[in-house]
């Protein structure tokens, strides 16, 4: 398993503030540290890798598994909903450059209900030359 030397995702690299919630053979998950999103998790690739897009075949083999115990884990809380999503490079809003999933359960009655991340894409504030 790849480490990156300093990301503090990289298993190896013994820089986690808090414990994995759960692993399967390629991912582990957090849980949300952001006290704005308490109820949340992020899905973590174990070998390092910087976006989604160079995950291997059988890391996406096992991402269902993943994805899977993620759900069973926020399940009593009972979610109405959920928004996952990939931030992918500094303009996509990642920040720590080792890929992860957000996984955010949502909840009717929640001040954001409704809210998605199609409302990015619906305020257009610039865009490419064609």
């Given at each position: 398993?790849?480490?990156?030397?300093?990301?503090?995702?990289?298993?190896?690299?013994?820089?986690?503030?808090?414990?994995?919630?759960?692993?399967?053979?390629?991912?582990?998950?957090?849980?949300?540290?952001?006290?704005?999103?308490?109820?949340?998790?992020?899905?973590?690739?174990?070998?390092?890798?910087?976006?989604?897009?160079?995950?291997?075949?059988q890391e996406w083999a096992d991402f269902?598994?993943?994805?899977?115990?993620?759900?069973?884990?926020?399940?009593?809380?009972?979610?109405?909903?959920?928004?996952?999503?990939?931030?992918?490079?500094?303009?996509?809003?990642?920040?720590?450059?080792?890929?992860?999933?957000?996984?955010?359960?949502?909840?009717?009655?929640?001040?954001?209900?409704?809210?998605?991340?199609?409302?990015?894409?619906?305020?257009?504030?610039?865009?490419p030359e064609d």
């Amino acid at each position: 398993m790849s480490t990156e030397p300093g990301c503090r995702f990289c298993l190896g690299n013994q820089l986690l503030v808090d414990t994995p919630i759960l692993q399967t053979e390629h991912f582990y998950m957090l849980g949300s540290i952001d006290p704005m999103v308490p109820i949340a998790g992020m899905l973590i690739p174990k070998r390092h890798s910087e976006t989604p897009f160079e995950l291997e075949t059988q890391e996406w083999a096992d991402f269902g598994n993943a994805l899977t115990a993620a759900r069973a884990h926020f399940a009593d809380r009972k979610p109405d909903g959920y928004t996952l999503g990939w931030n992918v490079g500094a303009v996509g809003g990642q920040h720590v450059f080792h890929a992860h999933l957000h996984i955010i359960p949502r909840f009717a009655g929640e001040p954001n209900e409704g809210v998605g991340l199609r409302r990015i894409m619906r305020t257009p504030t610039w865009r490419p030359e064609d």
